[in-house]
């Protein structure tokens, strides 16, 4: 509404423009001059309030959608870190995530123990389980909430992250190689895309991590 008013208010600066360019008189010239260029400067300024409004209308509804998400994603983070950090060590656990990052998610790129020591981080962990279904409610909510309109890239993240879970979720956990190098593979690529989507919100809300 607030941009078809700029428009119009564009149109009708014309006219006295016109005019100034057909009348003789200074006096008339220098008025007709300044009312148009006060409707220009006028419907300038209204297309920037509307701008200034709509962003930090969007601004408010992304920080919503960041305190819907923030739990279960940091939850899931956090717990998958300090699971691995007990098995590997920090700065190993580092050196893996690099090495597999590198990669592109090649599990090949591993050695067969760190994949089996992955696995069974998951296989045996219920509560990172749980985490996994919760990121999993959580991701459709937030798929429903964002649309194309907001962000591609978020609703891309989310949407990879809710099909990594569905393929988690489906594999068989019988100790087979198959089933060791898919989990690592998904469990790696989830926790990327959350923290993917995550920064994207941040990003789009306007919010600095904090050290």
Not at 87 to 93: C, E, P, Q
Not at 136 to 155: I, Q, Y
Not at 165 to 175: Q, R, S, T
Not at 186 to 193: A, E, H, N, P, Q
């Amino acid at each position: 509404m607030k941009i078809i008013l700029a428009f119009v208010i564009f149109i009708l600066s014309v006219p006295p423009l016109i005019a100034a360019h057909t009348v003789t008189d200074t006096v008339w010239v220098s008025f007709l001059t300044g009312l148009s260029s006060s409707l220009v400067i006028l419907g300038v300024g209204v297309i920037a309030i509307n701008f200034y409004l709509e962003n930090a209308a969007r601004q408010g509804a992304v920080k919503a959608l960041f305190m819907l998400s923030q739990r279960a994603i940091t939850d899931f983070h956090n717990d998958w870190i300090t699971l691995c950090w007990s098995k590997f060590g920090r700065d190993m656990y580092g050196s893996i995530a690099k090495e597999l990052v590198d990669a592109k998610l090649d599990v090949n790129a591993l050695k067969k123990e760190n994949r089996a020591i992955i696995y069974n981080i998951y296989a045996e962990s219920p509560d990172l389980k749980n985490r996994v279904s919760e990121l999993e409610s959580m991701l459709s909510e937030l798929t429903r909430m964002v649309g194309w309109s907001l962000d591609a890239t978020l609703l891309t993240a989310c949407l990879i992250a809710r099909s990594t879970i569905a393929e988690l979720k489906a594999v068989p956990l019988d100790n087979s190689d198959s089933s060791i190098d898919s989990v690592t593979m998904y469990i790696f690529r989830l926790d990327g895309t959350t923290q993917k989507a995550r920064a994207t919100l941040m990003e789009l809300a306007g919010i600095k991590e904090e050290n």
